[in-house]
């Protein structure tokens, strides 16, 4: 899709979203917005898949300019209307320019998926440290995720029925309290998230 038409279709769309916001009436499936975060493998790439089958809005988030590309090309095989936002979750101002770019182009979201995760840093042994100062395991499992949350949030609860969904693991039930691994993370970012709706 070419960058003129990606801005008519998204004025038009812009207008049939509108329409169903003021209705107060839940969309079909067809009609709904998908932000799927880490759509470039795994989990998310087959979820983002399952969701353009159905004729969603999805909006491929990934860390690799190639991967999202290669992603948004195969899903439009299914549906037009996917797009792809490229942002390092380990990178908190990458995390808030990907958040208010989503926000600025779609006037709901229906889903946000917060499915991006990684075993990268203390999780594995090996202590690495972002940008930013933080250890990246929690960057990219806990800060990205609340962080990208908290700037959308106006935008799900606009959708009328809106979801937010963290990818997380059976593991954080059993999980110590001294092995701050990513699943136990991943269920405090939950909680967190909680107290932030
Ligand atoms: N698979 C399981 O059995 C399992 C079990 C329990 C929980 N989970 C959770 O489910 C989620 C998905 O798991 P998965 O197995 O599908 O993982 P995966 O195949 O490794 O995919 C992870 C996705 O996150 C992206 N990602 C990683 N680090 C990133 C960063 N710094 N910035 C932006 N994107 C980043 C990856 O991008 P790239 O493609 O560029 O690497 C990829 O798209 C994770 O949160 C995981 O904790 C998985």
């Not at 960058?3 to 998204?10: E, I």
């Not at 439009?76 to 990458?94: E, T, W």
Request: net charge positive; aromatic share 8%.
């Amino acid at each position: 899709m070419s960058a003129s038409s990606a801005v008519s279709f998204l004025m038009s769309y812009n207008c049939t979203a509108c329409l169903w916001l003021m209705s107060g009436i839940l969309p079909p499936l067809q009609d709904r917005i998908f932000f799927v975060t880490g759509a470039t493998d795994g989990i998310g790439e087959f979820t983002a898949e399952l969701l353009a089958k159905e004729k969603c809005t999805v909006l491929v988030h990934g860390r690799s300019p190639e991967k999202v590309d290669r992603v948004v090309k195969s899903l439009q095989r299914y549906c037009p209307k996917i797009f792809g936002f490229v942002a390092d979750l380990s990178n908190l101002r990458d995390v808030q320019r990907l958040g208010e770019e989503v926000a600025r182009k779609f006037p709901a979201i229906h889903g946000l998926l917060n499915n991006a995760g990684t075993f990268a840093g203390d999780y594995s042994g090996r202590r690495k440290v972002t940008e930013d100062g933080n250890e990246y395991s929690l960057a990219v499992n806990v800060l990205a995720p609340f962080l990208l949350t908290s700037i959308l949030l106006q935008k799900v609860r606009a959708s009328g029925a809106g979801r937010v969904i963290v990818t997380s693991s059976m593991s954080a039930m059993r999980c110590s309290a001294d092995a701050f691994g990513r699943s136990a993370m991943r269920a405090r970012m939950v909680r967190l998230s909680c107290l932030r709706a």
